[in-house]
């Protein structure tokens, strides 16, 4: 059983910053990749960026040149920082987790957190 424990969600002005983090606990794998999805209201859910054990980052397009994942491995904790903040920007953000050597192979979602940005 993995759990994902998000905060750091909640109301900024456009053009503000936010930082998102989740910690994941229970049977962590050595080799595994975290990240961020985004659900909007009427789309779909969408992925924001990730990141594996090596940190190498993958973002979304929209994202690029605003939002910084980042990792603790030792925590087993990802970040993301996001700036410059959109009002395209509000959704529910999604903490994951993917163990990509070893575990069950599945992908685990936390419960969520809101961003909203007015504009």
């Known amino acids: 059983q993995v759990q994902l424990v998000e905060s750091g969600g909640g109301l900024v002005q456009a053009g503000g910053s936010l930082r998102l983090s989740c910690t994941a606990s229970g049977n962590i794998v050595r080799v595994y990749s975290m990240g961020w999805y985004r659900q909007a209201p009427g789309k779909q859910r969408e992925l924001v960026a990730n990141i594996n054990t090596g940190n190498w980052p993958k973002y979304a397009d929209s994202v690029k040149g605003r939002f910084t994942i980042s990792r603790d491995n030792a925590e087993n904790t990802v970040y993301l920082q996001m700036n410059s903040l959109k009002f395209e920007d509000t959704a529910v953000y999604y903490c994951?987790?993917?163990?990509?050597?070893?575990?069950?192979?599945?992908?685990?979602w936390g419960q969520g957190t809101q961003v909203t940005v007015s504009s």
């Open positions: 994951t987790y993917l163990p990509v050597i070893g575990g069950d192979g599945t992908f685990h």
